[in-house]
């Protein structure tokens, strides 16, 4: 099952500490006890009723209790699946967001968004299926309009953004910024290339065509999910039309080729061992007191 959008809970029966399981945003809601998040240097106190969020790497960072009794629910969303559902005048507000949450960020619970946060989490199904991960990913968009709006303050007393790159990213979908030429795309805002790009570095930091190539690439690795989709077609379908050039842009960004990428995400995960530490979260209506201490 890919990890993106299901909703987990672990329990603590040692002191052993909790790795995160892979990469991506993580958002985890500790609901008794106290734990700690490490990340290198840095440490974060988790409690009941707050909520954080990290931009992960793989087994980068670990949840250690701090107390005999803890326990929280979590749940992933990949940074490609939300550049998907955006639209591209909130990508540049995305990424400054996953910035700041490199070394995890926490929100206290008298904050109206954890509140938000916890009354969704109650009316998440067991069932891993569409109200499953809808409802996560409703989750997610409470706490990134927030940090959205954060983002979007903090930079409006101390830039001066041309107002016209504002006024058309609002009206360009993704599709269209995927699709078009960097040219195209001067010719509708109106400048010339050179100035396009230097207009996007001086707001975003970076140019159009890496916009372009990014939100290209991460279409690419929700279809190369598909195990029937050939990855000459996905290549056409992202907009290249050289499949060596595919190939070596895709190693550039992720490391591996296309092929290497599906073999990752595709290959079925090894039979599970028996981990107290990591459960399927059982909703609180339906459990039963001898579901609470699996393995105690």
């Not at 954060?150 to 995927?178: C, F, W």
Request: net charge positive.
């Amino acid at each position: 099952m890919d990890n993106d959008l299901c909703l987990r809970e672990v329990r603590f029966l040692s002191s052993e500490p909790w790795v995160n399981p892979g990469e991506g945003l993580w958002f985890v809601f500790p609901n008794a006890g106290a734990g700690e998040f490490v990340s290198g240097a840095v440490r974060h106190r988790l409690s009941a009723k707050a909520a954080l969020v990290a931009n992960l790497g793989r087994g980068a960072t670990s949840i250690r209790p701090a107390t005999p009794e803890f326990r929280f629910q979590c749940f992933q969303v990949g940074l490609e699946t939300l550049f998907l559902l955006l639209p591209c005048r909130e990508i540049p507000r995305l990424r400054a967001a996953a910035d700041g949450f490199k070394t995890g960020k926490t929100y206290v619970a008298a904050r109206e968004p954890v509140a938000q946060c916890l009354a969704l989490l109650e009316r998440v199904p067991a069932d891993y299926n569409l109200e499953h991960r809808a409802l996560l990913l409703r989750v997610a968009a409470v706490l990134l309009e927030y940090e959205f709006q954060a983002v979007e303050g903090k930079q409006l007393p101390t830039a001066s953004p041309d107002e016209r790159v504002r006024q058309i990213l609002h009206s360009i979908s993704t599709t269209e910024l995927m699709n078009a030429s960097v040219d195209d795309l001067a010719h509708k805002f109106g400048y010339s290339r050179r100035h396009l790009n230097r207009l996007f570095h001086a707001q975003f930091g970076f140019s159009v065509g890496a916009l372009r190539m990014e939100v290209r690439l991460l279409k690419a690795t929700r279809r190369l999910r598909d195990p029937h989709a050939k990855v000459t077609n996905v290549a056409a379908e992202v907009g290249f039309n050289h499949l060596s050039l595919f190939n070596s842009c895709f190693r550039r960004r992720f490391g591996v080729s296309p092929s290497q990428w599906r073999k990752t995400m595709s290959n079925p995960a090894p039979e599970p061992t028996f981990d107290p530490a990591m459960l399927p979260i059982v909703p609180s209506q339906q459990a039963s007191p001898e579901a609470e201490w699996v393995g105690a």
